[in-house]
């Protein structure tokens, strides 16, 4: 167990609509990092927050936004969806923005459109 | 853009023999570099990460090995068992001078043990 908690394991939804995936990070982690997973581009990072502040953007659509929240939590909203958004969706966190230090899986939220 | 790879698709191995899975970098600002194991069902298990100022890191039953001359990168498993199958992926991290970066992850190496 890695300590990261993400909810829900999985998400069924239609083209055009929006969901909200939630990350809980390890405990004391400051920083959470989303990632997508799919069959034809792999593991990809989105984008970082570190102690509420965005701090880096990957491979994120425009359609996709994410917060962190005073309690450290954080959320991906992801809108306008389309079938390629099919996807395993990854929260991790680590405990500095600067530092080389590992980032720890959630089990992730299987989103699938239809 | 720059992106970690992977050699091998798939490596099986016999039970008790040692694993050797390797990975090719091509990002000379990379500098920290992280090899993870991903069970199905599941996520990116941390195994063993290794600084850009160190050649080689053992942890339990594994070793990684970095020759930053050809930029390449290894996970060695010793005494392999059953447990150890998974699909494993390396993990690069680029050093930046504006803030932290997420991680590039090669494409994975879906290690199979016969027993």
């Known amino acids: 167990d890695s300590g990261v908690t993400q909810t829900p394991k999985h998400l069924i939804t239609a083209t055009g609509q929006r969901v909200t995936l939630r990350c809980s990070p390890r405990s004391g982690d400051l920083s959470v990092y989303w990632y997508q997973q799919s069959l034809d581009q792999g593991l990809q990072f989105l984008i970082q927050?570190?102690?509420?502040?965005?701090?880096a953007k990957g491979n994120i659509l425009e359609r996709f936004s994410a917060q962190q929240f005073p309690d450290l939590h954080s959320e991906l909203n992801l809108s306008s969806l389309e079938l390629g958004d099919s996807a395993l969706y990854f929260c991790a966190s680590s405990s500095e923005a600067y530092s080389n230090q590992p980032q720890h899986f959630g089990d992730g939220t299987r989103l699938s459109i239809l | 853009g720059e992106s970690v790879g992977l050699h091998l698709p798939t490596l099986s191995v016999q039970e008790g023999d040692n694993s050797i899975i390797n990975c090719a970098y091509s990002n000379s600002a990379s500098d920290y570099f992280i090899w993870y194991k991903q069970e199905s069902g599941k996520g990116p298990q941390f195994i063993i990460d290794?600084?850009?100022?160190?050649d080689k890191r053992q942890g339990q039953r594994v070793t990684v090995l970095l020759n930053k001359t050809v930029k390449h990168l290894s996970l060695q498993i010793a005494a392999t068992q059953p447990g150890d199958s998974a699909v494993y992926f390396c993990?690069?991290?680029?050093?930046?001078?504006?803030?932290?970066?997420?991680?590039?992850f090669g494409k994975g190496t879906h290690l199979i043990i016969q027993p």
């Open positions: 290794i600084r850009s100022n160190m």
């Open positions: 927050y570190y102690n509420g502040e965005e701090r």
């Open positions: 993990a690069e991290k680029a050093r930046s001078g504006g803030g932290a970066d997420g991680l590039t």
